[in-house]
């Protein structure tokens, strides 16, 4: 988006780019030495550039400072892979084998698989798995 905005539609791509202190072609950019390894010798880019005027700085600033942000965990789990734990907790308990015999369970999954999603459903939401235990022993209890 700082590219976008800053994009002056009346120049070419390189112009645009070089304003604002981005590079059009990274091999040039970042050039490849000559060098001698071994009797062997890697390609080299020459660099026969001057010096370049940066118009708008800003949008290398702009560019770093989003870039340095703590990236945002946005760890969740679809309704459906929710529903179906609960489902299985719900109708048989601990019981990962019988879990894995239920008509419910469309993909196959086997009592590994299964006991892999529910700790997974755990480890995203402690607390909604708590209060799910708790509302089962209460349902328990109500129907003794």
């Known amino acids: 988006s700082h590219i976008r905005h800053a994009w002056d539609p009346t120049k070419s791509v390189a112009q645009n780019l070089a304003e604002m202190g981005l590079a059009e072609d990274p091999n040039k950019a970042v050039p490849i030495r000559k060098e001698r ?5 890697v390609e080299s880019n020459g660099r026969g550039q001057g010096k370049k005027i940066v118009r708008k700085p800003y949008v290398v600033n ?3 400072y989003e870039a340095s942000l703590p990236e ?4 969740t789990l679809s309704r459906d892979l929710i529903d179906y734990v609960r489902y299985m907790i719900q ?6 084998k019988e879990m894995a015999r239920d008509e419910k369970n469309y993909y196959q999954d086997t009592p590994k698989q299964i006991k892999r999603k ?6 995203f939401y402690p607390e909604e798995y708590k209060d ?4 089962l022993k209460q ?3 109500d129907v003794q």
């Open 91 to 96: 109708n048989h308990g601990e019981n990962y």
């Open 72 to 75: 945002k965990k946005s760890n």
């Open 37 to 41: 390894l071994l009797g062997m010798e």
């Open 139 to 141: 349902e328990k209890m």
């Open 62 to 64: 702009e560019m770093e």
């Open 118 to 123: 529910i700790n997974v459903y755990k480890n």
């Open 132 to 135: 799910f235990i708790v509302s």
